[in-house]
Every structure is written in structure tokens, then in C-alpha cells.
């Protein structure tokens, strides 16, 4: 089927920066958009920003001007450059396919990586 690899979480201080990297492999035709999710501790998953095939892309507010996604369709990967990190950016991170059509079959499907740690110590 499909599988999506989160990477490049890791512990890093206020302001400070990392990027982190979604691979989908597999069956894959077409992906309709790939959004990136963050859950905290005892919170709710909140969506972070997601990207089209097309490259149109939307931001939560919390994120606008500090988080820049972008997306790489020859290779099915989706980068997320996060500078400027917060204490409250903390959270498992997880990347979102939406809409895979599958080359085997022409399903339709949404897929969910298994997440990646990010801790920003203040």
C-alpha cells in the first residue's frame, strides 16, 4: 500500500529551527494534499499547514511567517521548515496524505505517518 516516514524532529532551543521531512512510498498515482498535524501532550491534534498537489497551501495563525512547507511531487516528499520554535510548538508532529490515488486500484485513500518528536525547551 502507501507508507508515509516522518523525520527530523529532535529537541531544540526557543528560537531556534528544524526541518522536518515527509516521504510517501508505495502505490502511489497522485496525492490530492499532504497537511502536517501536531498533537501535544493532553491536547487534541491541531492541523499545522497542509499543501496541495498544486502547491496552494494554508497555515494555521499560530505558525504564518514562522513555518514555510514545500513539496517536492517527483519524490512524493513534503519538507516543513520550522524557524523561530516556541516552547508551545512542543508536540508530536504528523504528516497526512489526503487522497492518495492508488496506482494498483484508483482508490481513494487518507493515510497518517506514525510522528515525529519535537521539543522546544524555553
Known amino acids: 500500500q502507501v507508507q508515509l516516514v516522518e523525520s527530523g524532529g529532535g529537541l531544540v532551543e526557543t528560537g531556534g529551527s528544524l526541518r522536518l521531512s515527509c516521504a510517501a512510498s508505495g502505490s502511489i498515482f497522485s496525492i490530492n494534499a499532504i497537511g502536517w498535524y501536531r498533537q501535544a501532550a493532553g491536547k487534541e491534534r491541531e492541523p499545522v499547514v497542509g499543501i496541495t498537489s498544486g502547491g496552494s497551501t494554508v497555515y494555521a495563525d499560530s505558525v504564518k511567517g514562522r513555518f514555510t512547507i514545500s513539496r517536492d511531487n517527483a519524490k512524493n516528499t513534503v519538507y516543513l521548515q520550522m524557524n523561530n520554535l516556541r516552547p508551545e510548538d512542543t508536540g508530536v508532529y504528523y504528516c497526512?496524505?489526503?487522497?492518495?490515488?492508488?496506482?494498483?486500484?484508483?482508490?481513494?485513500?487518507?493515510?497518517w505517518g506514525q510522528g515525529t518528536q519535537v521539543i522546544v525547551s524555553s
Open positions: 497526512a496524505a489526503i487522497r492518495v490515488v492508488l496506482a494498483t486500484t484508483g482508490e481513494q485513500f487518507d493515510y
